[in-house]
């Protein structure tokens, strides 16, 4: 199994362009979701999917849209990038929310716009 | 909302010895977790131990344990028997019984001494 798997990697946008970050996990879980983490931080999460057909915004959710395209797959897309999202996003998954289950990540993206 | 600290932004540790990595947090939830997240320099973030608000015995995961003292609302890592691989930064999380999110501590930036 893979786990959770994030594409790109590393990504350089200029202001004002548009992205969308996938993630896949092939772990059967319900729960996905879209984090970021800015230097000297821990994560902050962006959106989430508490499963299929269902998406609720986190705690910083301004400037993102997310897309719960089946179980597996759930994607983060940048409309009009800005220097401000500069970061590094994580998308993790985990099985079931009510008994508190890990939330397993993804490798991650790095992301700057300049 | 709940609120997690880490105080020690940065530990040293001899190789081989035990280290305690301290995690305080603030909530009003009967029912909640706590977890904790290793990160090396590589980037990814690793799931390494949980423990349940109502479990009555730390948890431990083979070198890791958790000191989980709930009436003074910590939660530390203890490494036993440090080694060079240990060397990364260390999340603290909490998540509420009705909340997706994690909630992550700052970190603290571990160090192993040969």
């Known amino acids: 199994n893979a786990g959770v798997t994030q594409t790109p990697k590393f990504q350089v946008l200029k202001t004002g362009q548009s992205m969308t970050l996938q993630c896949a996990q092939d772990?059967?879980?319900?729960?996905m979701y879209w984090y970021r983490q800015d230097p000297g931080m821990g994560l902050r999460l962006i959106y989430y999917?508490?499963?299929?057909?269902?998406?609720d915004k986190g705690e910083v959710p301004n400037g993102y849209n997310v897309s719960r395209l089946n179980k597996r797959e759930f994607s983060l897309r940048l409309e009009s990038a800005a220097p401000s999202q500069t970061s590094v996003y994580f998308c993790?998954?985990?099985?079931?929310?009510?008994?508190?289950?890990?939330?397993?990540f993804g490798p991650g993206t790095r992301l700057l716009v300049l | 909302a709940q609120k997690i600290t880490q105080t020690q932004p940065g530990m040293f540790v001899q190789e081989k010895e035990a280290v305690t990595l301290d995690c305080t947090y603030d909530t009003s939830d009967q029912s909640y977790g706590l977890f904790w997240y290793k990160q090396p320099s590589s980037g990814e973030m690793i799931f390494l131990i949980y423990?349940?608000?109502?479990?009555?015995q730390n948890a431990t995961e083979g070198r890791y344990s958790l000191n989980f003292q709930k009436a003074r609302k910590s939660a530390n890592l203890v490494i036993s028997a440090s080694q060079l691989g240990d060397s990364a930064m260390y999340f603290c999380?909490?998540?509420?019984?009705?909340?997706?999110?994690?909630?992550f501590g700052k970190g603290t930036k571990l160090s192993v001494i040969p």
């Open positions: 772990m059967n879980h319900n729960s």
């Open positions: 993790a998954s985990s099985s079931d929310r009510e008994r508190l289950e890990t939330q397993y």
């Open positions: 999917s508490a499963s299929e057909g269902t998406t």
């Open positions: 999380a909490f998540s509420g019984a009705g909340s997706y999110q994690l909630t």
């Open positions: 423990q349940g608000s109502y479990d009555e």
